[in-house]
């Protein structure tokens, strides 16, 4: 199948942004599969989204121990043969781990796996690229956002730049965004869901909002609206 191919797996690499990862803390295995971003520096900038396993004895029976990040809340989820068995929630992955009475040799950071440097790596990669409407005209600034959001899922000859500018000359603050979008575009070209859900989310991290007063089965009008911020 080609699995044992170095030139086939360097390939198929370049087009996946997180690979799980296996750390140690002591005797224990923390498995990483998901990653989370935030700005909470007592997190180590883990953030919503990130989670992590451990498999230790409950009751007196082996589970799987799965710290994880929603939100604003630390929580550890104890499975035993699939099955929830119990739910902590803490302010910090210190607290939580603590309020779990479980391996209190070991911090809740290290549990977590939020001390080992790949992790550290991964989670600063992870990070979202942000901006403000000052930098619209700012192409490298752009070019940032667009390589993380839209330059595998889109179309690479579009002057996506241009769609900025235009935006940020004009008087419009509010804005259907597919038929703006759709002269970008050949003609007849059509999106499908997910490349319009990445153009969303770009614009959400360039400072714009979703408006949509609908849910997206009750319409096909996709409305975004920028902040205008004080320079």
């Not at 996946?16 to 295995?29: A, L, M, Q, S």
């Not at 699939?82 to 479980?102: C, E, F, H, M, N």
């Not at 490298?140 to 959001?149: G, K, N, P, V």
Request: net charge positive; charged share 25%.
């Amino acid at each position: 199948m080609g699995w044992n191919n170095e030139n086939i797996l360097e390939i198929l690499k370049n087009d996946i942004e997180f690979f799980p990862v296996i750390c140690t803390v002591g005797k224990y295995k923390i498995f990483l599969y998901t990653i989370g971003y935030s700005l909470n520096k007592g997190w180590m900038y883990a953030g919503s989204g990130y989670e992590a396993s451990i498999i230790h004895v409950f009751d007196k029976k082996q589970g799987i121990l799965v710290s994880k990040i929603e939100n604003k809340d630390c929580i550890v989820e104890i499975y035993q043969d699939s099955q929830l068995k119990k739910r902590v929630i803490g302010a910090s992955p210190d607290d939580v781990w603590r309020k779990t009475g479980l391996i209190q040799n070991y911090n809740g950071t290290q549990l977590f796996g939020l001390d080992n440097s790949i992790i550290q790596q991964l989670i600063k990669k992870h990070r979202v690229p942000t901006c403000k409407l000052q930098d619209w005209q700012d192409q490298s600034i752009m070019q940032i956002l667009f390589d993380y959001h839209l330059k595998r899922r889109t179309l690479a000859n579009i002057n996506w730049h241009q769609f900025f500018i235009s935006w940020a000359e004009s008087n419009v603050t509010i804005i259907d965004l597919k038929s703006n979008l759709k002269p970008l575009y050949p003609h007849n070209y059509k999106f499908d869901e997910r490349e319009f859900r990445v153009w969303k989310a770009m614009l959400h991290a360039s400072g714009c909002t979703n408006i949509t007063p609908w849910t997206h089965d009750e319409s096909e009008v996709n409305l975004c609206r920028v902040f205008r911020i004080s320079i």
